[in-house]
Structure formats: C-alpha cells, structure tokens
C-alpha cells in the first residue's frame, strides 16, 4: 500500500544527546513536511523539502536539521540544541505544482519524550 | 494568508448530521478554504477543499457563503470514528502545502 511511514512509533531522548527521526514515502510525492504538535495545541511547520537535496526552514527550525538525499526519504535530527523536544513530530508529503487540488498525506507520528 | 476561526468543541449525537463552522472573514479571492481532520494519535487527513461553490465528496460537504466569509462542513451521518478534531485553513491558489497553517481546530465528539 502507497503511504508515508513514520518510525519509531515512541522515542525516548537523553538530556544532550541527538535523536533521528524517519519518515519514508512511497507515494511518489515530490515534497515533504516535518511539523511538530504540541499537547491541545496545533501543528507547526519545521522544515520542508520541494526537491532532492534541497530544503527549507520553517516557523521552529532551530535546533533541528534534516537531509533530504532521497526523493522517498526525509529524516529529522532534534539535536541537543533543542531545549524542549518532547513532542509529537509529524511528517507529511505532497505533489508539488498540482494547484488547489494538492493534499497533504500524513504519517502516524512520532511520540518524542525526554528521559 | 486569511486567518480562521472556528469553536474549541462541539459535541453530535450518532447517526445525525454534524456541521462545523468556520469564520474567515478576511479571505481574500484567490483563497481556498481546506477541511483536514486529525483523529487521536494520528497524522491530519484531509477532508475536502473549496473556492465558492458548494462541494461534496464520499466524506463531507462544504458549504461557502455567498460572500465566502465563512463556511460549514457537514458530516452527513455522524458515526464513532468520526470523533477528531477538524481543522479549516485557507490557502492562496499555488500556494506551498507547507504554509497550511493548522490551528487548535473544533474537536468533535459523536456521542451514542
């Protein structure tokens, strides 16, 4: 089945260490999204991704980086320079160029919590 | 982009209509108004997207005004599994699916 695919599920971070995310498509999509969601709260864009080897900031980049080396793959590190990690991070993809009729597909989600 | 308002909470009963509101008063007429939904735990879905008519699809309705102010999305049968929070975002016509800017939306909840 074509979906994007989040893992792990629950992600546990020490106090100074770095943590990676994955998120993989196999939609074809040409973009892809990383937003963080905090409790009761709504998303908010990180980084995107329109084409290979290039990428954005969003509204919070800091403290995060990510890669995008692969059309299917788009993984985010939340470095220790982020003082507040624990969230729920969601990825997403898209057909970039469709117009009005464009849709963001989401994963799962992954939990990140600080031990 | 327009902002959106929408209520916090709004409660439905099984099997009857549910229809959630939404005020975007200063849309402007390159603007798309867009209905996601996230249930519990999981990544946002969408739903359905319009300019000014009125659009339907296997999932909800969307109704714009006239003026296209506001808006509502109807759920025709509200079931269990709809219980989610729904978001509604406008978006500028070409606009980057990244600038969707998703609010605290209106958590709905389908009670038996």
């Known amino acids: 089945d074509g979906g994007i695919t989040q893992s792990p599920k629950y992600l546990f971070r020490k106090e100074g260490q770095n943590v990676t995310l994955s998120c993989e498509q196999n939609?074809?999509?040409?973009?892809m999204y990383w937003y963080r969601q905090d409790p009761g709260q709504g998303l908010r864009l990180i980084y995107y991704s329109q084409i290979v080897n290039d990428f954005q900031k969003g509204d919070i980049a800091e403290g995060y980086s990510v890669s995008r080396e692969k059309k299917e793959s788009f993984p985010l590190t939340v470095t220790s320079a982020q003082k507040n990690p624990t969230a729920f991070y969601l990825c997403?993809?898209?057909?970039?160029?469709?117009?009005?009729?464009?849709?963001?597909?989401f994963g799962s989600g992954t939990q990140l919590s600080v031990l | 982009d327009a902002k959106t308002t929408q209520p916090p909470s709004m409660d439905c009963a099984e099997g009857r209509a549910a229809n959630l509101p939404c005020n975007h008063s200063?849309?402007?007429?390159?603007?798309?108004v867009y209905w996601y939904r996230q249930i519990h735990s999981q990544g946002p879905q969408y739903i359905i997207h319009?300019?000014?008519n009125n659009e339907t699809n296997e999932m909800a309705s969307l109704i714009i005004t006239e003026d296209r102010k506001s808006s509502t999305l109807i759920l025709p049968h509200a079931t269990l599994r709809d219980t989610a929070v729904y978001y509604c975002i406008v978006l500028n016509y070409g606009g980057s699916q990244g600038n969707l800017i998703f609010g605290k939306g209106t958590k709905l909840s389908v009670k038996p």
């Open positions: 939609l074809n999509h040409d973009a």
């Open positions: 997403a993809s898209s057909i970039v160029g469709q117009g009005p009729g464009e849709k963001l597909f």
């Open positions: 200063t849309i402007s007429g390159n603007e798309y």
């Open positions: 319009g300019l000014k």
